[in-house]
């Protein structure tokens, strides 16, 4: 309905500027938002008050004309002018039925495919390979997943890549220290993590040890044959235990999307070279740099963009340089998204910028750092372990799910084991996503066992809960509600606020893929669970008077079911039959 409205307020424009009202190069984008009190309308614009000045009108003058020039729409009940003139729409007042109605019987629950489609490109998760997945990993992995799911929901063709850092220092590390060790070292290589360890201790504390170790990642950049085959064998056990956690998380990544940094290792003497031609490269103690003039430090000075180092090294810019290149050349890609701590906002400000002056993208292309804060402790500094060691991410989630069973077992006592470990692992997994997405990705937010878990307030288990609640229903009925058809004819108060919401959920799902803001989903399922729990409770279903009424409210409940089921999807998040 808001896009119907905005595309009738620019046939208005249109008329006004082809009458003279309005000055041929007047450019503006409708703005059209839901009213906070229906008594108000529906919907309103502030069109006439962005225009008044170039159409040298009064606000509610200009407001009468652009509604006098609105085209015809049965949809449309009624507009008036309020304040100073602002236009309000009153919508037909069966629209809101034929809506519900027809979501209902779509596959799609209303929500039409993107015009135009895109083709995007996603880049989220990005470990660090040669040691396990902490939980700085999981912000990236499941908001940048809910997005690319949402994306592919709407049509767009979605390119996911994991650029994991399976290239660079630590590679070095491994190499110096596995050159050290008699034998057959294949055993210690079991457990990677405790070896890199033990290698950055080294690194740490002998010079003579990190000499080797950045010489070795020179010679591995070289393509010695015995460091590439170290290097993959160290890289296939990493990668293992990634892909371990990713099925744990029932993210959609795949071996398929991984192209980490040693993918672009061929590339980057050609994106050194094009830098040269272009003019952009300056030379800084021996490094080969790019300065921009819009990047200074406190002191004014230029702050450089260093793509290759005195000994010939590369660096993370050059590699996101050749990624940002083979990115727009393979895929043709209208958006590239990067979901990456924000910390490194002024990285990919820089290199975003180089990469355009380069010419490695085109000029139209989108390129977005989607930064997040960082998952902290009750303290409010950085998640660790009670020694104040990094977290693993693979025991969070083992903690989630024993956490889970627990709550699971006292509310279901006579329920078999293997069920409850079922139900404890789609709770456990899904309260730890939920908690992470239903907070803005721009905030730091506090880990909290106790209230993610939680089946009350905003949280996973209170909207799987919800779920159930509502599949029960049709169980009680002997109805499968993803077969149910009919008209929805909302009557009662609490059926058309629920209505209304529902109607809602193409423009949110739309603000989540522009802004990159999952939160913003997980706020209106929650809004949608608790308006359907008030319709539950005054509007009977199963028992209503009127075999109509019950259709209706039949109807009703199976849409809020498969748009609640639909949503927590998209967020990566699995409902269950019972709990």
């Known amino acids: 309905m808001k896009d119907r409205i905005i595309q009738s307020l620019d046939q208005a424009i249109a008329a006004l500027k082809a009458n003279g009202t309005l000055p041929a190069d007047v450019t503006v984008t409708p703005q059209v938002d839901r009213t906070k009190d229906r008594s108000h309308g529906d919907y309103a614009t502030n069109l006439a008050l962005m225009l008044a000045k170039p159409a040298q009108k009064k606000p509610r003058e200009l407001a009468e004309l652009l509604i006098n020039n609105l085209p015809a729409?049965?949809?449309?009940?009624?507009?008036?002018?309020?304040?100073?003139?602002?236009?309000?729409?009153?919508?037909?007042?069966?629209?809101?039925?034929?809506?519900?109605?027809?979501?209902?019987?779509?596959?799609?629950?209303?929500?039409?495919?993107?015009?135009?489609?895109?083709?995007?490109?996603?880049?989220?998760?990005?470990?660090?390979?040669?040691?396990?997945?902490?939980?700085?990993?999981?912000?990236?992995?499941?908001?940048g997943d809910a997005v690319a799911r949402t994306l592919e929901f709407?049509?767009?063709?979605?390119?996911?890549?994991?650029h994991v850092g399976d290239w660079g220092t630590q590679f070095g590390m491994l190499l110096a220290l596995f050159e050290e060790l008699p034998g057959d070292a294949g055993q210690q290589l079991s457990d990677l993590e405790a070896f890199y360890r033990d290698a950055k201790k080294r690194f740490d504390a002998s010079e003579d040890f990190a000499n080797r170790a950045r010489a070795l990642v020179v010679k591995l950049q070289?393509?010695?044959?015995?460091?590439?085959?170290?290097?993959?064998?160290?890289?296939?056990?990493?990668?293992?235990?990634?892909?371990?956690?990713?099925?744990?998380?029932?993210?959609?990544?795949?071996?398929?999307?991984?192209?980490?940094?040693?993918?672009?290792?061929?590339?980057?003497?050609e994106v050194v070279a094009q830098l040269k031609q272009k003019g952009l490269l300056s030379e800084s103690d021996g490094a080969s740099c790019v300065f921009l003039d819009q990047f200074r430090n406190k002191d004014g000075e230029p702050l450089p963009v260093i793509v290759q180092k005195k000994d010939g090294g590369f660096l993370y810019a050059t590699s996101d340089l050749a990624a940002l290149r083979y990115r727009q050349k393979e895929f043709d890609a209208n958006r590239m998204l990067y979901f990456v701590d924000q910390r490194q906002a002024l990285h990919f400000q820089q290199v975003f910028e180089v990469?355009?002056?380069?010419?490695?993208?085109?000029?139209?292309?989108?390129?977005v750092h989607m930064g997040f804060g960082t998952m902290n402790g009750p303290d409010g500094k950085p998640f660790k372990t009670r020694d104040g060691g990094t977290v693993k991410l693979i025991d969070l989630l083992n903690e989630a799910e024993q956490r889970a069973l627990?709550?699971?077992k006292e509310k279901n006592p006579q329920m078999d084991q293997s069920t409850l470990e079922d139900i404890a692992r789609q709770v456990g997994i899904?309260?730890?996503?939920?908690?992470?997405?239903?907070?803005?990705?721009?905030?730091?937010?506090?880990?909290n066992f106790d209230q993610m878990l939680s089946f009350d307030g905003n949280t996973a288990p209170y909207l799987m809960y919800a779920w159930t609640r509502i599949a029960s229903i049709f169980r009680k009925a002997g109805l499968d509600s993803g077969k149910l058809q009919?008209?929805?004819?909302?009557?009662?108060?609490?059926?058309?606020?629920?209505?209304?919401?529902?109607?809602?959920?193409?423009?949110?799902?739309?603000?989540?893929?522009?802004?990159?803001?999952?939160h913003m989903l997980c706020s209106y399922l929650y809004e949608l669970a608790g308006l359907f729990s008030s319709f539950y409770e005054n509007c009977p279903v199963l028992n209503a008077d009127d075999a109509s009424v019950k259709q209706s409210r039949l109807c009703l409940a199976a849409l809020t079911g498969r748009t609640l089921e639909q949503g927590l999807d998209l967020l990566g998040i699995n409902t269950l039959e019972r709990m």
């Open 73 to 143: 729409d049965g949809s449309i009940s009624r507009t008036e002018i309020a304040g100073p003139g602002f236009i309000n729409f009153f919508q037909a007042d069966d629209l809101l039925g034929r809506q519900l109605s027809n979501a209902l019987a779509d596959s799609r629950l209303g929500v039409a495919p993107a015009h135009p489609v895109q083709t995007v490109v996603v880049d989220y998760s990005g470990p660090n390979l040669a040691k396990e997945m902490h939980v700085g990993h999981l912000r990236s992995t499941i908001i």
């Open 154 to 162: 709407l049509g767009h063709r979605v390119v996911r890549q994991n």
């Open 222 to 269: 070289s393509g010695d044959a015995d460091c590439l085959a170290l290097w993959k064998r160290f890289n296939e056990i990493s990668l293992n235990h990634c892909f371990e956690v990713y099925e744990r998380l029932d993210v959609s990544l795949s071996r398929d999307d991984v192209r980490g940094e040693s993918t672009y290792n061929p590339l980057l003497t």
């Open 355 to 367: 990469a355009r002056r380069a010419d490695f993208v085109k000029m139209d292309t989108d390129l």
């Open 406 to 408: 627990v709550l699971v």
């Open 430 to 447: 899904g309260a730890v996503k939920y908690a992470d997405l239903s907070k803005s990705r721009q905030s730091d937010y506090i880990f």
């Open 486 to 518: 009919g008209t929805i004819d909302p009557q009662a108060e609490q059926e058309i606020a629920l209505g209304n919401h529902l109607v809602q959920f193409a423009e949110v799902l739309n603000q989540v893929v522009d802004k990159g803001l999952p």
